[in-house]
């Protein structure tokens, strides 16, 4: 399954490119993921839980990122073995460019998948996949920029700024600040 997308983020490259090296950012983006730990230089650990279709199973398995050229692009290639349930397998090669207000961050995804997964058939898997494609980077997004207007309108609506007149910002830029 391949896939290419892209999303602005408003905030600087260099900010983006933090963000995606952080154990603790990629673990509260990757949907059903209960630990994340390593480094950007080591590679990553992770256990993420996930149901696909019929299929629920725990996947434990790395993440290495290479080809990395600071501020700009990386190659994130991962697996995970889920026991009985099967295999996947999978990479992403990510650009970042600086645009007016943010950073566009480009995407192309390929993903792999044996065992019991690849017999759900391909209209499960791709779709399947590129809702974890789009959740996680929708999710690193709302991690770097903070909540957009529409979330504002909830509980917290009489909040939607800091102190100061200030636009609130995602808990990312706020450890970076």
């Known amino acids: 399954m391949q896939m290419t997308d892209s999303r602005t983020i408003a905030a600087s490259p260099e900010m983006v490119w933090a963000a995606i090296l952080d154990p603790?950012?990629?673990?509260?983006?990757?949907?059903?993921?209960?630990?994340?730990?390593?480094?950007?230089?080591?590679?990553?650990?992770?256990?993420?839980?996930?149901?696909?279709?019929?299929?629920?199973?725990?996947?434990?398995?790395?993440?290495?990122?290479?080809?990395?050229?600071?501020?700009?692009?990386?190659?994130?290639?991962?697996?995970?073995?889920?026991?009985?349930?099967?295999?996947?397998?999978?990479?992403?090669?990510?650009?970042?460019?600086?645009?007016e207000g943010g950073t566009e961050l480009h995407y192309d995804v390929d993903a792999k998948v044996g065992g019991k997964l690849a017999q759900l058939g391909s209209r499960i898997i791709d779709g399947f996949a590129k809702k974890m494609a789009d959740q996680f980077f929708s999710n690193f997004q709302d991690a770097v920029e903070g909540p957009k207007p529409a979330e504002a309108d909830g509980p917290d609506a009489d909040a939607p700024q800091a102190e100061g007149g200030e636009a609130k910002k995602g808990w990312f830029k706020k450890l970076v600040s």
Not at 30 to 41: I, L, N, Q, R
Not at 55 to 78: H, I, N, W, Y
């Open 24 to 99: 603790e950012v990629l673990k509260q983006c990757v949907p059903g993921c209960t630990e994340m730990s390593g480094s950007a230089e080591e590679g990553f650990e992770a256990t993420v839980v996930q149901k696909v279709g019929p299929v629920k199973a725990t996947f434990k398995g790395t993440v290495v990122l290479s080809e990395m050229v600071p501020g700009q692009s990386l190659t994130l290639t991962g697996e995970g073995k889920g026991g009985a349930a099967g295999f996947a397998k999978g990479g992403a090669d990510v650009k970042l460019v600086p645009v």
